[in-house]
């Protein structure tokens, strides 16, 4: 039932655990509205022959056989039957969208993060262990898998339609998706939002790997052809080199480089700002009253503007880092945040500020 809808509707493969989810909702609604249409389709076609006889005779029908269709009034019972139906029918499709929303919203625990960043008109991705890869994003199967998202020029949208996933890219803050995949595969990224005359080109991919094929990929040796289409716009230059650093280490050199370690300690000693060990994940009270949570969103809109939410207890002294740091760097800072969140201080002395140059973490050419 559910393969022979999806295929009338043309509706890609299912290939996330939300998919089917998201498709039997899409189901419901498209069901619900054609009955809906049906039904009045239904009721005019009945009315229009039933009427047709009185006025195709072109002559005024009986007083009291017009009298009698106009004064037909609906029972009261029926018309509340019919409101208190529309009701339960709006309430419950409420209810199943709304759950669904915030399942597709949260990322689990225990999630692998994947920093993407959006640029007209290509897709780069991050990962922790400090790799990088243009226009193909690689993950294992049946594992969570979080996005960290910016944009570095304009809105764009990251659409996998495979997955029924799209959110949102912008500039200056950080979105969130998540997916689980459940079959090994390639399976087509979109940018969903009108970003410019390279927008329908900003195409990439996802590489959905086995777990053996995973370690494998790890290991930096290429992955086995696997089913479905493969890009080959010029914009895919595939992976890049893998840098010797894991991604927090450069973090922890962005945070010497950008100075932030003159005001946040990473030894656990408050200073001018709060220390950043045990920050990600915590809960902090704010200047002006209210909580938040310290997760990615919260950290970049710190950087980017920093008065916006101020930590209790610390001057309102910090710069905005608006266009200092790239969304690469920006996501090299949380991992080393994150990494600060377990380990207990540890006092290591400070590398060295390297050159610009080498800090630049791209990995890729703007
Ligand atoms: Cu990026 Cu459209």
């Given at each position: ?8 509707l ?5 290939a996330?655990?939300?998919a089917?989810?998201v ?8 069901g619900?509205t ?10 005019a076609?009945?009315?229009?022959l ?15 056989t017009?009298k009698s269709?106009t004064t ?24 199943l969208?709304?759950r669904?929303?915030?399942r ?21 991705f991050?990962?922790a ?6 226009g ?20 764009h ?21 998540w ?5 090994p ?14 927008h ?7 590489v ?6 995973y ?21 895919l230059?595939?992976?890049?080199p ?6 927090a ?20 000693s ?41 930590h ?11 266009g200092l ?8 800072l ?15 002395p ?6 610009p140059a ?9």
């Open positions: 039932m559910n393969e022979a809808l999806r295929r009338l043309n509706l890609p493969p299912q996330s655990t939300i089917r989810d498709d039997y909702l899409h189901y419901f609604v498209i619900t054609m009955l809906g249409a049906v039904f009045v389709a239904a009721l076609a009945y009315y229009l039933r009427h047709r006889e009185s006025v195709s005779k072109n002559q005024p029908a009986p007083a009291d017009r269709h037909g009034a609906t029972p009261l019972w029926l018309e509340w039957s019919i409101i208190v139906g529309l009701l339960v029918l709006f309430c419950g499709w409420w209810v969208g709304f669904q929303y915030v597709m919203q949260i990322a689990p625990d225990g999630a692998l993060t994947i920093y993407v960043t959006g640029k007209k008109w290509m897709w780069t991050m990962y262990d400090g790799t990088a890869s243009n193909i994003l690689y993950v294992p199967e049946d594992q969570p898998v979080k996005l960290v998202m910016s944009s570095r020029d304009v809105i949208s990251f659409f996998v339609p495979a997955f029924r996933i799209k959110q949102d890219v912008v500039p200056g803050r950080t979105t969130t998706t997916f689980e995949a459940t079959d595969g390639t399976y087509p990224i979109f940018c969903a939002e009108y970003c410019g005359t390279g329908s080109t900003m195409r990439a991919q996802v959905v790997l086995s777990h053996e094929d370690e494998r990929h790890l290991e930096h040796t290429p992955p086995p052809d696997l089913p479905g289409p493969a890009e080959t716009e010029p914009g230059v595939g992976r890049v893998p840098s010797a650093l894991s991604l280490e450069m973090g922890q050199r962005v945070a010497v480089y950008q100075g932030c370690l003159r005001c946040h300690s990473a030894d656990g408050p200073h001018i700002g709060p220390t950043w060990v045990g920050l990600y994940g915590s809960t902090i009270s704010l200047e002006g009253g209210g909580e938040v949570l310290v997760d990615e969103a919260f950290m970049t809109e710190s950087m980017m503007d920093p008065l916006a939410a101020v209790r207890g610390y001057p309102r002294v910090m710069p905005s880092y608006q740091l790239s969304v690469a760097e920006v996501g090299a949380i991992e080393y945040m994150k990494r600060l969140r377990t380990a207990p201080a540890e006092v290591e400070a590398p060295l500020p390297l050159a080498e800090v630049e973490l791209e990995g890729v050419a703007p």
